[in-house]
C-alpha cells in the first residue's frame, strides 16, 4: 500500500492517542510532561503532512511555532516540578491534589 | 524505497512512543522519548521538511529531552520510588474506543483525498522557502515568539532559585 495522507494521518493520530494515554494515566509529572511533548510531537507531524499536501509551507511554520512554544512550556514545567519537589519530596500527581478538596 | 522508509520510521516513532508512557522508570521514558522525537524527525524529513527536520533534532530531542534527563538527574528519582504501574484490561476499554472512534473518525475525513498532489517548488519546507513565510506573513508572531521565549527563560529562573519560597 503506497503511503500517503492517511498513513501520516493515521500515524499521527496514534501517537496522539498514545500521548493522550501517558497524560491521563501516569501518575509520575515527569513522564506526564514528556506525553504533553508526544501529543505535540503528533500534531507537527500533521501539520507537516498536510503542508505536503495543500504545497504551502505555512504548516512549516506553525510547526516550528509549535516547536518553540514547547520548549518554552518544558522549562516552565520542569521548574514547576523543582519547586514542587524541594517542597513535598514527591513527584506523584496522586499527592498534589489540594485544590480538590 | 520511501515507502519502506516511512514505516521503518513509524514503527520507531510508535514504538518509542509506547516505550515512554509505560516504563517505569524516568530515564527509559526519557530515552525513549528522544528515540520517537528522532523517528519522527525521519518522517518529517520525508515530508520535506528539512528545516523542522532539523529544528526537532536540535531543539527537541537534543535540548527539551536533554533537559528533562537533567532534571531527573539532579533530583535523583529511581523507578520503583514513584509509582506502580497497574491497568486492568477492563478499565482500559473504554480509552481504547474512544481512540479508535477518533482515528475512525480522522481517517475517514481523509480518506477520500488523493495521495500528495501539490506540486512543490525545490524550495518548500527548506531553510530559505520557510525564512521567507517566516518574516513576511508570519513576522509577527515570529516577534511575539521571542517574547514567549525571554518569558520562559525568566520564569524558569525566578520559580527554580532557592529562596523563592520564603516569600
Sequence with gaps: MSVGLSQYIALSTLIFIIG???FVWRRNFLIVLMSIELMLNAVNLAFLAFARYWGGAEGHVLAFFV??????????????????YRRRETVDVTDLQELRE | MNDALFYIFAVIAAAGAV????RKSPLAAALSLAVSMIGLAGLFL???GYLVFVLQILVYAGAVVVLIIF????????AEAVEHLNLSWRKAIPGVV????LLVILLSAVRGLPQFPAEVDAEFGTVEGVGQLLFSRFAFPFEVLSLVLLVAIVGAVVLARKGGDEE
Design chain 2, 19 to 22: 516505550f515512554t508512557v509505560t
Design chain 1, 20 to 22: 493522550v494515554f501517558g
Design chain 2, 98 to 101: 474512544l481512540g479508535g472512534a
Design chain 1, 67 to 84: 516547536i518553540a512554544v514547547a520548549a518554552a512550556e518544558a522549562a516552565v514545567g520542569l521548574s514547576i516540578l523543582i519547586m514542587i
Design chain 2, 46 to 48: 520525508l515530508l520535506q
Design chain 2, 71 to 78: 532534571v531527573i538527574m539532579l533530583l535523583n528519582l529511581r
